[in-house]
């Protein structure tokens, strides 16, 4: 009914830069709040950064100043621009997204395939 796609992810040195994106597609009638979360080999999944309908954003100390999280609601995507990537930032990275949808709409908590981004030292 809803999915999400993610793109972008990849391989980098220390310092480089990556911007992932992510689409909601099929009965979508309203997108709520969106985010990416990650998860290191043998560490917890984390929430990065999430982004509401009305733009508030939040971020985990660790990325701040160096990641930067938007949406496009006309395109219901959102993205996370990762500047001043560091070994420590290597992980899968999950994009979600609470969507309104269905005929009785309600609301589902839908989320991405995930993609790596890996940061060589």
């Known amino acids: 009914q809803v999915q999400l796609v993610e793109s972008g992810g990849g391989l980098v040195q220390a310092g480089g830069s990556l911007r992932l994106s992510c689409a909601a597609s099929?009965?979508?009638?309203?997108?709520?709040?969106m985010g990416w979360y990650r998860q290191a080999p043998g560490k917890q999944r984390e929430l990065v950064a999430r982004i509401t309908a009305g733009f508030s954003t939040k971020y985990v100390d660790s990325v701040k100043g160096r990641f930067t999280i938007s949406r496009d609601n006309a395109k219901n995507t959102v993205y996370l621009q990762m500047n001043s990537l560091q070994p420590e930032d290597t992980a899968v990275y999950f994009c979600?997204?609470?969507?309104?949808?269905?005929?009785?709409?309600?609301?589902?908590?839908?989320w991405g395939q995930g993609t790596q981004v890996t940061v060589s030292p």
């Open positions: 979600y997204a609470e969507v309104v949808a269905g005929i009785a709409p309600e609301v589902y908590d839908v």
């Open positions: 099929g009965s979508v009638i309203s997108v709520h709040d």
